[in-house]
Nanobody
Framework: QVQLGASGGGLVQTGDSLTLSCAASGRTGSLLLIGWFRQAPGKERDFVAARAWSTGISYYGDSVTGRFTTFRDRSANTEYLQMNSLKPEDTATYYC???????????????????????WGPGTQVTVSS
């Protein structure tokens, strides 16, 4: 199994940047995809970004395209979410998740569904003040 640990959340101001990290441990050889989701109080969990582990192809939600970027430290099995130009509407608990089950296509559509992921890490809170 794979375990995920997310960190890096905090309280920032509008326009600031923040980088979240998602460290994978355990059977990291089974990793296929790392995704990021967020959930604000009273709202559904939304897709933020994802990155295929082997190809490095990234996918982004419409609301973060151009502001958020994923990158990886392969040697540390850590995925990062660089968040720039943060807005109050970015306030949420952020989760990283992993897909380890083979045989399913990684597409711009499948990566946005939380059911596509079989492993979830604990959330990290991001609060953007206006």
């Amino acid at each position: 199994q794979v375990q995920l640990g997310a960190s890096g959340g905090g309280l920032v101001q509008t326009g600031d940047s923040l980088t979240l990290s998602c460290a994978a441990s355990g059977r990291t050889g089974s990793l296929l995809l790392i995704g990021w989701f967020r959930q604000a109080p009273g709202k559904e969990r939304d897709f933020v970004a994802a990155r295929a582990w082997s190809t490095g192809i990234s996918y982004y939600g419409d609301s973060v395209t151009g502001r958020f970027t994923t990158f990886r430290d392969r040697s540390a099995n850590t995925e990062y979410l660089q968040m720039n130009s943060l807005k109050p509407e970015d306030t949420a608990t952020y989760y990283c998740a992993a897909t380890t089950l083979p045989g399913r296509p990684i597409t711009a559509t499948t990566v946005t569904s939380d059911s596509f992921y079989d492993t979830w890490g604990p959330g990290t809170q991001v609060t953007v003040s206006s």
